[in-house]
C-alpha cells in the first residue's frame, strides 16, 4: 500500500491570503485583531461567591463558526482580588456547525501567580527535598515557586502548594531508597488535605512498616488557580464562563484569541 498522490500548496492558506488580506486593509476588526496578535474579544465581570457564569457569549457577538472547520481558541484569564493575582492560558479546539462541537479537553499552557506577597507556579509542579533523619533541606532547583516539603514527622511529610481549585488536581511521590538492597526501598502514598497542601505517608516496602523518608524525596503534581476560565456550550452557542471556587469579590479580566479556520471534511 502506497500513498495517493501528495497535493501541495504554498503558502499553505492560498485561499484565505487575498481574502484576508483585503480584509485587513478594509479594518475589519476580527482579521486586523489577528494578524496583530490582539484578542478577537475582551470581557471583564466580577464574581463574589462560588458562582460559574458566561463573560461572554461568542455566537451572540457575531462570530461564526463555519461546518467542517476547526478553530483553535485560546483563552487568557487574569483575576484579583485585594491580594492576590493569578494569570492562566489555554486553549481547546472547536468544530464548527450549527451546533459546534468543543473537540478534545481543555489545555493549560501555563499559569501563575503571586498570593500575597509570594510568587507561585501552577499546572504541573514539583517539590524535592533531602532528608537528614526527619530534617528537610528543599532542592530548589527542582521544585516550582510556592511548593516545598516540610519535616518528616511520624513517616508523614507535607506538601505545600498554591492555593488551588478542588478540581482538577492530582499528586504523586517519588522517595528516595534507605540502601541499594531491596530492604531499603520505600515507598509512598500523597492525597489531597486542603486547598494549599498534600500529605505524603511513607512506608519501608521490606517489613512493610511506617518509616521515615530516605535521601531524596520528590513529589509531583498538577494544581489549577482558584479561579476558572473555560469554553461552554449553551445550546448552539459557543461561551466563556469563568467562575470562582469560595466567598470573595474576584475581578476576572478575560482575552479570546481565536486561530484561523481549518477546513477538515469528511474523507472519502
Known amino acids: 500500500m502506497s500513498l495517493g498522490t501528495p497535493v501541495v500548496t504554498v503558502p499553505g492558506n492560498a485561499g484565505f491570503l487575498k481574502t484576508k488580506t483585503y ?4 479594518q475589519d476588526a476580527a482579521t486586523v485583531a489577528r494578524t496583530l496578535d490582539q484578542p478577537q ?10 458562582e460559574t457564569g ?4 461568542l455566537t451572540a457577538q457575531g462570530f461564526t463558526f463555519l461546518a467542517d472547520h476547526i478553530y483553535q481558541i485560546v483563552l487568557r484569564g487574569q483575576h484579583s482580588n485585594d491580594a492576590n493575582r493569578w494569570v492562566q492560558t489555554w486553549v481547546q479546539s472547536v468544530l464548527g456547525g450549527t451546533t459546534p462541537v468543543l473537540l ?5 499552557l501555563n499559569a501563575f501567580g503571586r498570593i500575597s506577597t509570594t510568587e507561585v507556579q501552577y499546572g504541573e509542579i514539583s517539590a524535592q527535598a533531602t532528608y537528614s533523619g526527619d530534617t528537610a533541606t528543599a532542592v530548589a532547583a527542582n521544585s516550582t515557586a510556592g511548593s516545598s516539603l516540610g519535616n518528616n514527622a ?10 488551588a481549585r478542588t478540581s482538577p488536581k492530582w499528586f504523586s511521590a517519588q522517595p528516595g531508597r534507605a540502601a541499594a538492597a ?53 445550546t448552539n452557542n459557543v461561551q466563556v464562563h469563568v467562575g470562582y471556587d469560595a466567598t ?9 484569541f481565536i486561530g484561523e479556520p481549518q477546513y477538515l471534511p469528511f474523507g472519502a
Do not use: C, E, W
Open 248 to 256: 470573595d469579590l474576584i475581578q476576572h479580566y478575560v482575552d479570546v
Open 154 to 163: 511520624t513517616n508523614t511529610v507535607t506538601l505545600t502548594h498554591p492555593i
Open 54 to 57: 458566561a463573560v461572554i457569549d
Open 41 to 50: 474579544a475582551s470581557g471583564y465581570v466580577t464574581t463574589s461567591g462560588s
Open 104 to 108: 478534545g479537553s481543555a489545555k493549560l
Open 23 to 26: 480584509n485587513f486593509l478594509a
Open 182 to 234: 531491596v530492604a531499603g526501598a520505600r515507598t509512598a502514598d500523597i492525597v489531597a488535605a486542603t486547598s494549599t497542601t498534600a500529605t505524603v505517608f511513607i512506608s519501608d516496602l521490606a517489613t512493610p512498616t511506617a518509616a521515615a523518608p530516605s535521601g531524596t524525596l520528590t513529589v509531583f503534581g498538577f494544581i489549577v488557580p482558584p479561579p476558572s476560565v473555560a469554553l461552554v456550550m449553551s
